[in-house]
């Protein structure tokens, strides 16, 4: 087997589990099950991780880093605010669209967990994650389009994670792809809103209109 640095090899075994997971099933997915997968011996994942629970976190944290990684790159500052925001909720929109099944891997690790003696804290840390990984993109993109919000950023977070959240679990069990998208309309409508009035995002290399009085 070739020799493979230790985070290199952990990333290995983490997009295994994702794999292994989505396909058979948290409950049913083992340690030995996700080391073939990776195409590695069992003693190659206990030195990378020292219990299931320590890798359900990375699966996790994996998770999210998937879709959030293409949420970054979408909200770069566009013409105005709300297509700015409703770029970054499509980014995230296409992945749910092109990988369901690792969304509908994250209901089914809340529900493990939640069951599971001693991994509760393992759904809350969930759910918390969902909520910071959301108030930095908010923070990113006031920052780049210069604009004061109405309500304290974790709020609008928060918000966010659970409308996100439900819509996701709605599409995976009716699959209306339409009516995600009129939601998501919606939405970035309702977080344009919550900006303050006459304080206008600034877009590098666009004129600004004059700031009302």
């Not at 976190?57 to 700015?84: G, M, N, Q, W, Y």
């Not at 804290?121 to 108030?135: G, K, W």
Request: glycine share 4%; hydrophobic share 45%.
């Amino acid at each position: 087997m070739a020799r493979m640095p230790s985070a290199d090899r952990r990333r290995q075994l983490i997009e295994a589990a994702i794999r292994a997971m989505t396909r058979d099933g948290v409950s049913r997915t083992t340690t030995r099950s996700i080391a073939a997968e990776a195409g590695v011996s069992l003693s190659v994942f206990h030195y990378c991780f020292d219990s299931k629970q320590a890798l359900l976190e990375s699966v996790i944290t994996t998770i999210t880093d998937h879709s959030v990684s293409l949420v970054k790159e979408a909200i770069r500052p566009k013409a105005t605010l709300r297509e700015t925001i409703r770029a970054g909720f499509q980014a995230y929109w296409d992945h749910v669209s092109a990988h369901p099944g690792e969304h509908m891997l994250t209901y089914e690790l809340t529900q493990y967990a939640l069951r599971q003696t001693g991994f509760a804290q393992l759904a809350r840390r969930q759910y918390e994650l969902y909520s910071d990984t959301l108030t930095e993109l908010i923070e990113q993109l006031s920052h780049s389009m210069e604009f004061e919000l109405r309500v304290p950023v974790p709020v609008l977070a928060r918000y966010l994670a659970v409308m996100i959240d439900g819509l996701t679990l709605n599409f995976l069990v009716l699959g209306d792809e339409t009516a995600a998208s009129d939601i998501l309309d919606t939405v970035a409508d309702q977080v344009v809103g919550l900006v303050h009035d006459g304080v206008v995002p600034v877009v590098p290399g666009a004129v600004s209109p004059p700031r009302s009085a």
